[in-house]
């Protein structure tokens, strides 16, 4: 099991179907040792932290202050630690950089773009590989128009072996099955 996890996912709450799963998975990934990494706010980010402090785990909300909106005066209150970034792209940078692993939740543009940039980071070799795992369905879509993008090579003695979006990615329906692959 990974000491560090990183879930994005959507700043809004979901189903309370998802909310609950969203709520055991951050409960069984604590009981499992691993600390929980998110941006922090709310939605599925607090849903996360809930289950993971639930369980006596530790969380890591990784935050920035942009908006004047109410919702993003503070980090959510289960949050154990938190780094607050000078931009949206120093918080990515630190996601990635503290995760061992990444779990990707539905979510919106901002899921998108941490998923694009993580995806990215490898290709470009400032971090290297760790595992992502995508919970349900929602971003099949998008990985199936990058099927065959290669996003990271690697030399070995006088072979390149190529690796693609989907080689990266790993594709779970239950919350169960996540943890089973990290």
């Not at 709450?13 to 909310?19: C, R």
């Not at 209150?77 to 792209?89: G, M, P, R, Y």
């Not at 971003?139 to 989907?166: A, F």
């Amino acid at each position: 099991m990974v000491k560090k996890v990183c879930i994005f996912g959507s700043y809004k709450d979901l189903s309370k179907k998802e909310k609950e799963e969203i709520v055991r998975l951050g409960k069984l990934l604590a009981q499992k040792g691993a600390t929980v990494i998110s941006g922090g706010f709310g939605g599925t980010m607090e849903d996360i932290s809930a289950g993971a402090k639930s369980a006596g785990g530790k969380t890591i909300g990784v935050t920035w202050y942009k908006w004047e909106k109410p919702i993003y005066k503070k980090a959510n209150e289960f949050i154990d630690k938190e780094i607050i970034a000078d931009s949206l792209f120093e918080r990515i940078e630190i996601m990635f950089k503290k995760a061992d692993a990444f779990i990707v939740l539905p979510g919106g543009t901002g899921t998108l773009l941490e998923l694009s940039a993580v995806l990215e980071y490898m290709n470009k070799g400032l971090i290297d590989p760790k595992p992502i795992i995508m919970l349900g369905d929602f971003w099949k879509p998008v990985l199936t128009c990058l099927k065959k993008e290669p996003v990271l090579s690697e030399k070995t003695k006088n072979m390149r072996k190529i690796y693609c979006c989907n080689d990266l990615v790993t594709f779970v329906k239950t919350v169960d099955e996540c943890i089973e692959k990290l």
